[in-house]
């Protein structure tokens, strides 16, 4: 860790990053800044192209859900923030991570904290987020491997060096979860500024024996320490301790037929009290510096350094229910993970006219380092079957390893990108990147066998924009990423896997943009993802793999947000995707269902009354890939959501948010076949917040 520590310090003194963040929710000037938002509307960002560009002026699709709408939606996570954005499909995670569907491509690990790689699999929290931004399509030019569907970018609240603030917030929802939070933001000198954000929350739900806690600090202090010269120091501490809860199995029948979850146990928990739990332990620090070198030539970095410590243990249902009041087998483990990550970003970026035709050029580099650890003890149960008709948990002991890793990842990447300005109406976006991705580890349960592998990868991205007029953008664009054989955590290296290349995921896209007023935009998308050196377990070794073809998934998006009318803001959209198993159209992709549609609503009667109305459909999908006749299948569903706001004055407001006001029996997220989440009844979550 030492040495970590002071190459942090070292690159301090390199070029890096634009430095950034967004205002403390009512658009206060920051002393970092990434980008602009007002109401539910970013105007600009610099998270897809390093560069602080117009959204307009970006050739791809990009949904932001900003500070105020989580506020008036009161999400807890970042699965609530992510089900209102068409074209992600919430994952179960196993109860113990975040984890999504983006056109196809499953994740655990395309999450970054402003921009920088965030990979560690955990709950994310909300409380010291300004915005949230899914970026869809495979952009390895700007994030490197992985992303091949698409990433998500959490924006961090930075301080402000304009006023002195304090606001709180208190919440209970009708299971009797609760949260506490804080944002305070002083100014200490001039042009520097201290801001803390903290919060605690006791969990609940209609889930038998669910419950847990989570608690989290982060201060931050950002100064100006010479004319365009800026600096910010971030420390984040998160603690989350809760039951891990895998949901429910499905319902096993007669073929031909397409099992279903199985019904009637919707708060059934079907782990083992007192033995299903998991928890995380973070320290997260963060540093950025941004400076001016000349009016046209921008220098920045930014220095992540992570050190996670993290335990699941669960037991799950392992089979489809005989019946409704039938048998379960059941199964479990323990996992703990350890992970340390340090990363550091540097950019150069230049505004430069060559020949009357305007030039953005982005040069930058990133380095990293990732340590892992993981352990595994499989189960030994009293009675591994689970009798429906007459619950009885059985006894639980984890008496050897069945899996002992450790593996170190070294990174090294280099890019360059052009944004071309061919005049007001034509822009060209171009770039490459080349990645140098080593891991090696150990696997101590194998004889002490030693894996590595290497790979160096060019991926390219193009880019055009025409816009007929300053308010309409009409793009293409073409971009590639590709994902190491280690998987999402480095740990699943086999010996057949040594030998496979990469995945590569190739994405094309057409849209346009449409700003219709400032305060509100329109976007559509048509695209094609296509994933080659797809693999699939192998049949007669499920521990290794074998190359299973190319998928393809096609689709279309449309979103709107904004205000629509005085006082009446939306956010929402429409996606369709088709996803398969290119020459098989039996094979479909798991958790890919293919209509999706979200709206949000928030109407103000006048400054002290509001009413929020929100609907969420999603059509039939798999619960894993479709590889035959017995693949699981989640119904569709519709779920209502409701809110109410009051503005007692200036520094006290109230609301109350409904969450399935009608009340819908629906099927929420999977892991796979077997590991279903139920959605939670009708319930309501009452909120205060205070501001000085």
């Known amino acids: 860790m030492k040495h970590k520590l002071l190459m942090t310090a070292a690159a301090l003194a390199l070029p890096g990053t634009a430095l950034a963040d967004e205002a403390a929710g009512e658009n206060e000037p920051t002393i970092l800044v990434t980008g602009e938002s007002e109401g539910y509307v970013t105007i600009d960002s610099a998270t897809a192209t390093k560069t602080d560009t ?13 500070r105020e709408q989580i506020e008036d939606q009161a999400h807890r996570s970042l699965a609530d923030v992510l089900r209102y954005v068409p074209g992600v499909t919430i994952g179960q995670g196993e109860g113990n991570r975040d984890q999504i569907t983006l056109r196809g491509q499953n994740t655990t690990a395309d999450f970054f904290l402003d921009g920088v790689r965030d990979d560690v699999q955990y709950f994310r929290n909300l409380y010291n987020i300004q915005r949230v931004e899914v970026l869809k399509g495979p952009y390895a030019l700007i994030f490197g491997r992985g ?31 609760w949260t506490a939070s804080t944002d305070v933001n002083m100014p200490v000198a001039e042009g520097a500024a201290f801001r803390l954000n903290a919060f605690y929350e006791e969990l609940d739900s209609n889930r038998d024996f669910y419950e847990g806690d989570r608690y989290a600090v982060n201060p931050y202090v950002a100064f100006e320490f010479a004319p365009g010269w800026k600096a910010g120091l971030s420390y984040e501490y998160v603690h989350d301790d809760r039951v891990t809860d895998r949901g429910v199995p499905a319902l096993a029948c007669a073929q031909p037929c397409t099992p279903g979850p199985l019904p009637g146990h919707r708060d059934t928990f079907f782990g083992v009290p007192g033995v299903n739990r998991t928890g995380i332990e973070a320290h997260i620090v963060k540093a950025r510096l941004d400076g001016e070198l000349t009016e046209r030539l921008n220098w920045s970095t930014t220095v992540l350094y992570g050190d996670y410590d993290k335990y699941y243990t669960n037991v799950y249902a392992n089979s489809a229910a005989t019946a409704v009041d039938g048998t379960v087998s059941l199964r479990g483990y323990t996992d703990p993970t350890t992970r340390e990550n340090f ?7 230049a505004d430069v006219n060559l020949g009357g035709i305007a030039n953005q050029i982005l040069l930058g580099l990133e380095y990293g380092d990732q340590d892992s650890t993981n352990q ?5 149960l009293s009675s591994d079957t689970l009798d429906l008709s007459n619950i009885v948990y059985p006894t639980v002991t984890f008496p050897a390893l069945s899996r002992n890793r450790a593996s170190n990842v ?10 071309i300005s061919f005049g007001d109406h034509v822009d060209l976006v171009v770039g490459i990147r080349y990645d140098r991705f080593e891991i090696n580890g150990t696997d101590f349960q194998d004889n002490n066998r030693v894996f590595g592998r290497t790979d160096e990868k060019w ?25 190491p054989r280690s998987g999402d955590q480095f740990l699943s290296l086999s010996t057949s896997d040594e030998d496979l290349a990469p995945e590569k995921f190739t994405n094309y896209e057409v849209g346009a943009k449409w700003n219709i007023r400032p305060d509100l935009n329109l976007t559509v998308a048509a695209f094609q993802l296509d994933q080659t050196n797809a693999t699939t377990p192998n049949p007669a070794d499920p521990a290794t793999s074998i ?16 205000q629509v009318l005085p006082g009446w803001q939306v956010s929402g959209g429409y996606t369709y995707q088709d996803a398969k198993l290119r020459g098989n159209d039996f094979v479909r992709l798991g958790q890919v269902p293919e209509h999706q549609f979200a709206l949000w609503n ?23 890939n479709r590889t035959s006749a017995t693949t699981t299948r989640l119904p569709g569903f519709t779920r209502i959501d409701a809110a109410m706001f009051y503005t007692v004055n200036e520094a006290l407001e109230l609301q109350i948010n409904v969450e399935n006001a009608l009340d819908e029996t629906y099927f929420a997220a999977a892991h796979n076949n077997n590991n279903i989440t139920p959605g939670a009844p009708i319930n309501a979550r009452f909120t205060a917040r205070v501001k000085f």
């Open 602 to 624: 928030r109407y103000d009667f006048n400054r002290s009354v509001g009413v929020g109305l929100g609907i969420v459909h999603q059509s039939s999908q798999f619960a894993a």
């Open 147 to 177: 992303g091949g569907g698409g990433i998500v970018n959490r924006v961090q609240k930075t301080p402000s060096a304009e006023r002195m603030f304090v606001a709180g917030e208190a919440s209970i929802n009708t299971f009797g979860a």
């Open 547 to 562: 190359v299973a073809g190319k998928t393809r998934t096609r689709g279309v998006e449309l979103a709107l947000a904004g």
């Open 410 to 419: 070294e990174f090294l990447s280099a890019y360059a990108q052009d944004q």
């Open 459 to 483: 991926s390219p991205r193009v880019g055009l924009i025409v816009k007929p007029r300053e308010n309409i953008s009409i793009y293409g664009s073409y971009s590639q990423s590709f994902q």
């Open 54 to 66: 117009p959204l307009i002026d970006v050739p791809q699709t990009i949904n932001a859900v900003t």
């Open 343 to 349: 990363i550091a970003q540097t950019n150069l970026v």
């Open 376 to 380: 595994r003890r499989n189960a030994e």
